[in-house]
């Protein structure tokens, strides 16, 4: 007999097929909705524990517990609708295989850019060279870390290449040591006979020294690389700030060339640049003459 008055045309067997799904079909939908308030529970509690971890590190660890969570809440619906959580989980497994095999490159960015996170060894703000690049990190994603160079270029290196590759971090231990080379060729040297290089190095230490930007501690120090017959080469090693590195060591290298100048122009020595100002008129002088008829 059919329910014609309830259901229409709806014939009995399909109906009790429905009300045999019915609750099963509500126990899943009940159990996706606790899966949605699960994971807001789990964000929420995530982010209060880990409040004092690093950005990066703390959105990838909510995003993957949110993950993990409605994947459980998913097989545990399945299950509800009475599908087979094991025979789900083998499909599922096959079509991982399949497309790890076709992204595995992608896949090595992924699992680069976990290590990334984890061991961190570099954080955003960071000035880092690595992959062939240099410049300060403006984000650290999963699968790509974005560099800001110095003249304001974004370049994105893909994971894989900064953790299986040599990576320098010139920002993370505070402050860095600059090599300014000085040479003190024969020119330098008026008197050999008693001649001692203590006071030239105390007066490039001093030199430096007074520079606002060097610091006092470490000390500078001044070392002899290399010596020959007709010079003697120094490294001139005062320390900065991370940060300011490369504003200081031009402004030394600026200051050890302008003192350079300054002891070896005397008598007929001048600086390079009146030197070359002199050698340019001599050229054109003798050019000049060269065309002279007689």
Same mark, same amino acid.
């Not at 680069?112 to 703000?125: H, K, N, Q, W």
């Not at 290196?157 to 990576?167: D, E, K, R, S």
């Not at 490294?235 to 402004?251: F, H, I, M, V």
């Given at each position: 007999?059919?329910?014609?008055?309830?259901?229409?045309?709806?014939?009995?067997?399909?109906?009790?097929?429905?009300?045999?799904?019915?609750?099963?079909?509500?126990s &899943?939908i009940?159990?996706?909705?606790?899966?949605?308030?699960?994971?807001?529970? =789990?964000?929420r509690?995530?982010?209060?524990?880990?409040?004092?971890?690093?950005?990066? +590190?703390?959105?990838?660890?909510?995003?993957a &517990?949110?993950?993990?969570t409605?994947?459980?809440?998913?097989?545990? !619906?399945?299950?509800?609708?009475?599908?087979? !959580?094991?025979?789900?989980? &083998?499909?599922?497994?096959?079509?991982?295989?399949?497309?790890?095999? !076709?992204w595995r490159?992608?896949?090595?960015?992924?699992a680069?850019?976990?290590?990334?996170?984890?061991?961190?060894?570099?954080?955003?703000?960071d000035?880092?060279?690595a992959?062939?690049?240099?410049?300060?990190?403006?984000?650290?994603?999963?699968? #790509?870390?974005?560099?800001?160079?110095?003249?304001?270029?974004k370049?994105? =290196?893909?994971?894989?290449?900064?953790?299986?590759?040599?990576?320098?971090?010139t920002?993370t231990?505070?402050i860095?040591?600059?090599? =300014?080379?000085?040479?003190?060729?024969?020119?330098?040297?008026?008197?050999?006979?008693?001649?001692?290089?203590?006071?030239?190095?105390?007066?490039? +230490?001093?030199?430096v020294?007074?520079?606002? +930007?060097?610091? #006092?501690?470490?000390?500078?120090?001044?070392?002899?690389? !290399?010596?020959?017959?007709?010079?003697?080469?120094?490294?001139?090693?005062? $320390?900065?700030? &991370?940060?300011?590195?490369?504003?200081?060591?031009?402004?030394?290298?600026k +200051?050890?060339?302008? @003192? $350079? @100048?300054r002891?070896?122009?005397?008598?007929?020595?001048?600086?390079? #640049?009146?030197?070359?100002?002199?050698?340019?008129?001599?050229?054109?002088?003798?050019?000049?003459?060269?065309w002279?008829?007689w």
């Open positions: 007999m059919l329910l014609y008055p309830l259901f229409g045309l709806i014939p009995e067997q399909v109906l009790t097929q429905i009300l045999l799904l019915l609750p099963k079909i509500l &899943a009940a159990v996706l909705v606790l899966t949605r308030f699960a994971i807001r529970l =789990v964000s509690v995530m982010n209060q524990t880990l409040r004092k971890t690093e950005t990066t +590190l703390r959105k990838f660890l909510i995003q &517990a949110e993950t993990s409605l994947i459980v809440g998913t097989l545990a !619906a399945l299950n509800a609708l009475g599908i087979e !959580a094991n025979s789900l989980v &083998a499909v599922l497994g096959a079509a991982g295989l399949a497309i790890g095999l !076709a490159d992608t896949l090595s960015h992924f680069s850019g976990v290590m990334l996170i984890t061991m961190r060894p570099f954080e955003v703000g000035r880092i060279e992959a062939g690049v240099a410049g300060l990190v403006d984000t650290i994603g999963i699968f #790509s870390t974005t560099i800001i160079t110095p003249d304001r270029v370049i994105i =290196v893909p994971n894989a290449q900064l953790f299986n590759g040599t990576l320098k971090n920002t231990l505070g860095r040591r600059i090599d =300014v080379t000085v040479e003190l060729d024969d020119r330098f040297f008026k008197d050999t006979a008693n001649y001692s290089l203590d006071p030239t190095i105390e007066e490039l +230490l001093e030199l020294k007074a520079h606002p +930007l060097v610091l #006092s501690e470490p000390a500078p120090s001044c070392m002899v690389t !290399a010596i020959s017959p007709k010079s003697t080469m120094l490294s001139l090693r005062p $320390w900065c700030d &991370a940060e300011c590195y490369e504003q200081t060591r031009s402004d030394l290298q +200051l050890v060339q302008e @003192w $350079w @100048w002891s070896v122009a005397v008598g007929d020595r001048e600086p390079p #640049s009146k030197q070359d100002d002199k050698k340019g008129d001599r050229d054109r002088e003798r050019s000049r003459s060269n002279l008829p």
